[in-house]
């Protein structure tokens, strides 16, 4: 069985998702080489990935365990809040790939390209 399969047997058998430990403790192999591993499969769209760095938790894609909601996405969504930021993803979806046309000043107003 393939690195991959046994991440994906792992993940299928929990119906929450899945620390990177917990992971790799389940499917019998190392700690780096199950992230590494997921990283591939989160790039793929194989899996999806919830928090950051070591409080990242992980769920097949499609599945009843991708669906819920981010525990720590109200906890920075409160922070936000409380500090007057803005929210990154106003629409609730991920962050605009590129920004407006008027975020930025035109590079021929620039001081340094006065005519």
């Known amino acids: 069985m393939t690195l991959y399969a046994r991440i994906g047997v ?3 058998r ?3 998702p899945l620390a990177g430990r917990a992971i ?3 499917a019998g192999i190392g700690y780096k080489a199950t992230i590494d591993a997921l ?9 999806v ?11 097949l894609s499609g599945t009843d365990a991708a669906l819920q909601p981010d ?3 109200a906890v920075e969504e409160a922070w ?3 500090a007057g930021a803005p929210d990154p993803h106003p629409h609730g979806g991920e962050a605009e790939a590129t920004p407006p ?10 001081k340094f390209f006065a005519p």
């Open 10 to 12: 792992a993940l299928a």
């Open 14 to 16: 929990h119906e929450t």
């Open 24 to 26: 790799a403790v389940a």
């Open 39 to 47: 990283c591939r499969m989160h790039d793929a769209g194989t899996v």
């Open 49 to 59: 990935r919830f928090g950051r760095k070591y409080s990242s938790t992980w769920a």
């Open 71 to 73: 525990p720590l996405q």
């Open 80 to 82: 936000r809040a409380r």
């Open 101 to 110: 046309a008027d975020a930025y000043p035109s590079v021929a107003s620039s």
